[in-house]
């Protein structure tokens, strides 16, 4: 064994993957994640615990997986996170618990998420639930939207003993877990939908189909539905653009939507009836994690696929491992590429893609160099399908609903980091809703701390 090197994680074939919807990582066997667990050398002062925005206890849990304690493994886990099976799977462990791990000093870090991924899928299919408490406080508490930051809250407010029910505006629960992250990253039957029931499992009700907003107001859920405080984990599901001519033809789609009609609506199964015009090539502007979840979902629907991006390569946002699984897949990255029209032909539908080439001057405010234009060089990629994946914003629906909530200029809720509380009493926030669209790992430390802050709010009342 090189204890320099991580034990290495199967996965499908390149080739084949592009042609399917399956999990592209095949994850750790017991043998292979007691060997990937014997690299790690279980620091005093843990590095990658502070690097961990939910703070497992990851050398605990790791030194049980060592002695082949994998319901120990998931017990530790399960203290600190009520999704270690999505985590496992999604988060950006190269720049969170890894990108901290002292192994990678002089080799490469421990697969802390492999590990956690393999611990939170022998739990499932092995039965092993979380604890549920004992009783409960008689204390209310509403949760706004089933994705990570919502499930989270909940899970730790049902732990401490409150009555939780979530209400979810969608007919299914899950969030982006479900509607933004697609099959062959995040499995929905088998990992989404049990990992939820889990929560479920902790006493948390979950009502589906409530638009709060429109079914019912934050006030009316206080005065009138006999709940104590409020937390809102709505997510960020408000699509941007770029405001360049053609945007309004057929054929372009936010990722959001994109996305949301194949994970949600299964538009690439032939046997629902929500298909999705898929087109045969396709760009997809941006160059972030969902830009790659909606080029990579496109090449399985049977389409050349463009990644259209105004920096380099090294300022591409989304994960290594997904820009790496992207290229294997044989996606066309147009990098130091900006678009500034979409081509539409005569019945309205898109037939290219107008770009300039950039060239990277001064960094900006991000630290970031601020791509600029280089005279002279447009170009058009032959395109039927473009895809914009540029970020997005809260719905305001929520916030324009509820008395005194304040709000920033991006529309963003305002929220204290420490603990979630808004400027409205009783009222707490979380996730995307309070700082745009981030990662599923910082909308769950969102919802940690939220849970934190209710329950020292609820004590004191």
Known sequence: MDVLKKVPVREQEPKVRATNFDEVCLGYNMEEAMEEANRCIGCKNAQCVKGCPVSIDIPGFIAKVKTGDVEGAYGVISESSALPAVCGRVCPQESQCEGKCIRGIKGEPVSIGKLERFVADYARENK????????????????????PAGLTCAGDLAKMGYEVTIFEALHEAGGVLV??????RLPKETVVKSEIENVKSLGVKIETNVIIGKSTTIDELLTEEGFD??????????????????????????????LTRNNLMKAFDESYDTPIIGGKKVAVVGGGNVAMDAARTALRLGAEVHIVYRRSEEELPARVEEVHHAKEEGIIFDLLTNPVEILVNEEGWVSGIKCIKMELGEPDASGRRRPVEVPGSEFTIDVDTVIMSLGTSPNPLISSTTEGLEINKWKCIVAD?????????????????????????????????AAKGIDEYLKEK
Do not use: C, H, Q
């Open 229 to 258: 405080a409020v937390f809102i984990g709505s997510g960020a599901g408000l699509p941007k653009f770029m405001g360049i001519p053609g945007e309004n033809a057929n054929g372009v789609f936010s990722a959001n939507e994109y």
């Open 179 to 184: 509607y933004g992250i697609p099959e062959f």
């Open 417 to 449: 980091e420490e603990f979630g509380r808004t400027s409205k009493e009783g009222v707490f926030a979380g996730g995307d809703a309070v700082t745009g669209a981030a990662t599923v790992i910082l909308a769950m430390g969102a919802g940690k701390a």
């Open 128 to 147: 092993i639930l979380p604890v549920k408490p004992e009783s409960t406080n008689g204390k209310k508490v509403a949760v706004i939207g089933s994705g």
